[in-house]
């Protein structure tokens, strides 16, 4: 049986306190996210030992936060989304809970949200899905802000973004990962996503959509010489098996992004 929603709520305050209190009560009303946290946890995971041997957590998350509430967390702490994926592996290990894959956190701003307050939502898991997949539980270690991969992508012949991060997004918000700045580009158009050891894209819902090597997606795994078409710009994947000559050490000297 599910753990009463209370006790949950306990739990997930404990560790929040433990692990996040200093970087985010400031900010952050600490007991409403744990709340929040909890109430998805309950709502969302699946106890169906007939089927897969333990309870499963949901993986995508999306916050949505009030912009002064997110502009001041941001600017303590740039990579927010990373810092809550690893701490929702935390807590999904200290409750006993499985993860399919290492958790992926959005982040909206919501005019209508409180300040300092917080709205969680989840995709929830298919329990198909979840009884095919070889229950492994994520380390937290392994969700920190960078990947050991050597995977980026080209962007327009022009420069390339190395993928160290389990999410990156790409669109014309200036908040995205991969910047893109047409007209025939969404605001938030696709996400690229490290999942089971294969980058996966998919199209978030985006006005005119994504092309893989010229034919329509909603979700695809990505291979080394994939061409992404978004709008009239041309990404290019290339994975850790390609040898490149750029220097690990350039990522540092431009940011996120390296000129070709």
Known sequence: MIQPIATLEHKVQALLEQNLVALLRRHLDIPILALELARTLEQSYIDNPTQ??????????????????????????????????????LIANTLGLV????????ITIDQKIAQGSVKILTDPVDPTTAATIQMTPLDANATGSTTNTMAYIIVNGDYYHPLRQPLITI??????????????????????????????????????????????????????????????????FVDDAVHHNHKPSDTNRFGGTVPI
């Open 52 to 89: 897969a041997p333990g309870k499963i957590a949901p993986h995508c998350y999306t916050l949505l936060i009030h912009p002064q509430t997110l502009a001041k967390m941001k600017n303590e702490t740039p990579d927010l989304e990373s810092t809550l994926s690893t701490q929702i592996t």
């Open 99 to 106: 993860l399919l894959d290492t958790p992926t956190v959005m």
């Open 171 to 236: 669109g014309r918000k200036l908040d995205n990962n991969i910047i893109i700045e047409n007209t025939d580009v969404s605001r938030s158009h696709a996400q690229i996503r490290l999942r089971i050891d294969k980058w996966v894209l998919f199209d978030t819902n985006s006005r005119l959509g994504t092309q893989i090597n010229n034919k329509p997606i909603k979700e695809q795994v990505l291979q080394n010489g994939d061409v992404i078409s978004i709008g009239s710009t041309t990404l290019i």
